[in-house]
């Protein structure tokens, strides 16, 4: 399975997640320029959520949430505030979902996720 494959399917199975805990999807793979794609853009009572969704096969080379680099999380930033220009958003915050395939499915959910 190529990359491309399994992080598509990876952001599937993190929506199909969210929206069995309440979320409501606004959007999926919003893109604001070559670097930054916000994976789901949800909605979750009056909170709007900007996901980044990691997915890996197996964590023999360490966890998805692991590969969420800093020059990534300010891409995401960077993405957010764009999205703010033009949405009315009092409340958001950013999650990441970690999701290894094997030995067996693991989805981990990082609410609020900061890197320092």
Do not use: W
């Amino acid at each position: 399975m190529d990359n491309k494959i399994l992080g598509a399917a990876g952001e599937d199975l993190a929506a199909r997640y969210l929206e069995k805990n309440g979320y409501e999807i606004l959007g999926r793979n919003v893109r604001y320029s070559n670097s930054c794609e916000i994976d789901i853009i949800a909605r979750i009572k009056n909170t709007t959520v900007f996901v980044e969704v990691k997915t890996r096969k197996n964590d023999n080379y360490g966890t998805p949430v692991e590969a969420i680099t800093k020059t990534k999380y300010q891409h995401i930033q960077k993405g957010i505030m764009e999205y703010l220009k033009t949405h009315k958003v009092k409340k958001y915050r950013i999650d990441i979902i970690g999701i290894t395939l094997k030995p067996e499915l693991k989805i981990e959910h990082f609410r609020n996720y900061g890197l320092q």
